[in-house]
T-cell receptor, first 114, second 111 residues
Framework: NAGVTQTPKFQVLKTGQSMTLQCAQD?????MSWYRQDPGMGLRLIHY???????DQGEVPNGYNVSRSTTEDFPLRLLSAAPSQTSVYFC?????????????FGPGTRLTVL | GESVGLHLPTLSVQEGDNSIINCAYS??????FIWYKQESGKGPQFIID?????DKRQGQRVTVLLNKTVKHLSLQIAATQPGDSAVYFC??????????FGAGTTVTVRA
């Protein structure tokens, strides 16, 4: 299993540009989520999905869109990039059962918005 | 999250000594807690978890203690090794599968 994969690893955007951060998992996990991590802070939840076709907002959803057309993929879209969105973005997935909901994280995408 | 006074952002420990990392959580209804380790340039990696019906859980060289009375969580690492140098995060299960992370503690192991 590749686990959780994210592309690209690094990205530089200009203010106002749009882009999509890709996330895929091959563990057949129902639950997937996107976090951002800023210096000196923990991870903050952007959006999450409890299954294909179902998404919901997390703590900091503004400026981001998500969709979940398949169980495997959960892309994060920046509609009009702003310098405040400079951050490291992590995708995570878990089984999403009533038992352990340990989340498996991808390696991250480091985004800089100029 | 973490409260000021219990959470230390950095911890320096001598190789071979035991490390204790503290975390205070915010929601008394949280029923599941996880400790993650994050090495430089990598995503968080699961270390150990504990449910609210337990006070203590042990793994390989790690022990998590949960004190629900004061909403406090700690991670103990036995015989700390250079490979233990990383940022450690506690996370609480707020609602369904949503986790709330603390700011993290940077552990540096001195040779």
């Amino acid at each position: 299993n590749a686990g959780v994969t994210q592309t690209p690893k690094f990205q530089v955007l200009k203010t106002g540009q749009s882009m999509t951060l890709q996330c895929a998992q091959d563990m057949n996990h129902e639950y997937m989520s996107w976090y951002r991590q800023d210096p000196g802070m923990g991870l903050r939840l952007i959006h999450y999905s409890v299954g294909a076709g179902i998404t919901d907002q997390g703590e900091v959803p503004n400026g981001y869109n998500v969709s979940r057309s398949t169980t495997e993929d959960f892309p994060l879209r920046l509609l009009s990039a702003a310098p405040s969105q400079t951050s490291v973005y992590f995708c995570a997935s878990s089984y999403g059962t009533s038992g352990s909901n340990e989340q498996f994280f991808g390696p991250g995408t480091r985004l800089t918005v100029l | 999250g973490e409260s000021v006074g219990l959470h230390l952002p950095t911890l320096s420990v001598q190789e071979g000594d035991n490390s204790i990392i503290n975390c205070a959580y915010s929601n008394s209804a949280s029923d599941y807690f996880i400790w993650y380790k994050q090495e430089s340039g990598k995503g968080p990696q699961f270390i150990i978890d504990i449910r609210s019906n337990m006070d203590k859980r042990q793994g390989q060289r790690v022990t998590v203690l949960l004190n629900k009375t004061v909403k406090h969580l700690s991670l103990q690492i036995a015989a700390t090794q250079p490979g233990d140098s990383a940022v450690y995060f506690c996370a609480e299960n707020m609602d369904d599968y949503k986790l709330s992370f603390g700011a993290g503690t940077t552990v540096t192991v001195r040779a």
